[in-house]
Structure formats: structure tokens, C-alpha cells
């Protein structure tokens, strides 16, 4: 142990789990025939590269100079597009946005096809998100309650530790049992799933027979308005590696582009052009 708490101070190394959660009693390994828990596992690294997860201990090797990637797109659960309120929700909003676009009688700068179908699109995902919170599966909210009771007893002082040791094995036990009976379940639903639709020509199969390639990763884009200086070099923070900052880079870049080539002085003359042009697209 000696050895290991040198070697941790030469190179600044930290318990990744301990640090992130340093008030937090939790363990990784529970022995049933006697009860007794114990976390076994660990992983040390520095800060700047720590990330690290409970029970499954697992690291993530990276690059310091990598972007920051957020959560991806997220999409409505596939137990939420099913839900009765959910779809009756979208058929009625769907109703008011087929009358406004009904009653359009012209293209206003707020009043147009592409903001009613904006409109609509968000207020179906914010009910989306707002359902997936209230029907979470039975048993994941179940895992949560006695993993939230779990936590509970870890971190109460004032029990005695053998009560302690006694209620945490049995609900340990109870969460490994649940959380078995989710895979399962899961493994099931994807095994039905395939049998239904993975031999005929439906979204699934496309997606299953689909060839996926890697996608090349944007490491850095350039801020606007960086310069080189009288070397030719850019300044070190010349790139921009958060997403969100990329992101918003390049939306200013394509809408530069809707306006670029095009004289200002000559407004009137497009304003009058567009109504024509819209009527030749309509027919």
C-alpha cells in the first residue's frame, strides 16, 4: 500500500469515483454468503482526464486537444411513440397547424409554412419529453426507488452498521434481480422485434441491412476574425473546440451565404420578384 500511495503522489493520481463523489458510500462487489460489500474496483488517473463511472468501472481515453461532444440528438422514446396522449396530442395540434396553414392567404415574415411546421414540431417534442418523464418503464422506476433507498442507508450515520450491512445486501440483491429482469425483457422485445419485421422491408430492416460508416470528426473550427500575424501564425486561440461554439460558427457561416452576392441596392426588385417566384413553385 506504501508503494501505491507513492506512486499516486508522484504522478497525481485520484480514486476517479472517490473524487467525483467524495461524500457518496457506494460499493462495486457484494459477497452474499456473508453480506459484506466492499468497492474492489477502482481506477486512478489525473484530473484532467479522469472521467469514470459506479459499479461498471470503465475510462474513457482521450485527448485533451479532442472537442467537447455533447449528448447527441435526442429522440422521443420508443415507449413514448406509442403513448395514447402523446399521439392524440400531435393529431389535434396537427389540426390547428393544417387551419393556419389553410387560412394563409399570403408569406409574412412570421406567418408562413416553415414557421407553423416549426411550431408544431416543438410544441409535439416538449409534450414529447414531458410524457417520457411521466411514464418511465414500471420497473426502471422501480430500480431507481430501491437504488434511492439504497443510498439512503449507505449514508445514514446514524444506523448501526450491522443493520446497515443487512438492509444494504438485501436491497443490492433486489436491484441485481430487477436489473436482470430488464435486460432480459429487453433482449426479449428485440428478439419479437426482429421476428416481426427483420425479413420484410419496413424502416428496421433498412436500418438493420444498412452499411454504417464512420463519420468524420470536426476537431476545430476558426473563430471569424482571427488573423495571422506578421509570421504568418495564428493566435492559440484561433480555434474553437466546444461544439455548441462550432455549431453556432457554422449556422452564421450558411446564413452569411444566403446574402452573399446579392446587392442590397437592388431590395425592392427582389422584393417584388419573390411573390412571382412562389406562385411558379406552388403551381
Known amino acids: 500500500m506504501d508503494a501505491l ?22 460499493f462495486t462487489f457484494l459477497q452474499t454468503a456473508t453480506g459484506s460489500q466492499s468497492r474492489i474496483d477502482r481506477i486512478y488517473a489525473t484530473e484532467a482526464i479522469m472521467e469514470t463511472a459506479k459499479d461498471l468501472i470503465s475510462v474513457q481515453i482521450t485527448s485533451e486537444g479532442a472537442p ?15 403513448d395514447k396522449d402523446l399521439l392524440e396530442y400531435a393529431r389535434q395540434q ?26 408544431y414540431k416543438t410544441k409535439v417534442i416538449h409534450k414529447a419529453r414531458e410524457r417520457a418523464k411521466q411514464i418511465i ?30 438492509h444494504a445486501c438485501r436491497l443490492q440483491e433486489k436491484i441485481s434481480k430487477m ?7 429487453m433482449q426479449k422485445d428485440h428478439k419479437v422485434k426482429h421476428r416481426l419485421e427483420g425479413d420484410t422491408p419496413t424502416r428496421y430492416w433498412s436500418q438493420a441491412n444498412k452499411e454504417t460508416k464512420p463519420r468524420d470528426m470536426i476537431y476545430a473550427l476558426k473563430k471569424p476574425g ?54 411558379l413553385i406552388r403551381k
Open 94 to 119: 396537427g389540426i390547428i397547424a393544417k387551419k393556419e396553414i389553410e387560412d394563409l392567404t399570403s408569406r409574412l415574415q412570421d406567418q408562413n409554412l416553415q414557421r407553423i411546421w416549426n411550431s
Open 226 to 279: 482571427m488573423t495571422e500575424d506578421e509570421h504568418g501564425v495564428l493566435p492559440g486561440n484561433a480555434y474553437e473546440k466546444l461544439s455548441p461554439q462550432m455549431a453556432n460558427i457554422g449556422m452564421i457561416h450558411h446564413k452569411n451565404l444566403q446574402t452573399a452576392g446579392i446587392d442590397p441596392t437592388k431590395e425592392t426588385e427582389r422584393d417584388e420578384s419573390t411573390p412571382a417566384i412562389l406562385e
Open 5 to 26: 500511495d507513492d506512486l499516486k503522489q508522484i504522478l497525481h493520481l485520484k480514486d476517479g469515483w472517490h473524487t467525483t463523489f467524495p461524500n457518496k458510500k457506494s
Open 137 to 166: 418503464p414500471g420497473l426502471v422506476r422501480k430500480i431507481n426507488e430501491v437504488q434511492l433507498e439504497l443510498d439512503c442507508i449507505l449514508d445514514d450515520v446514524l444506523q448501526p452498521e450491522t443493520d446497515k450491512i443487512k
Open 68 to 82: 467537447m461532444k455533447g449528448k447527441g440528438r435526442w429522440r422521443v422514446p420508443e415507449y413514448v411513440v406509442k
Open 179 to 185: 436489473e436482470q429482469s430488464y435486460y432480459l425483457q
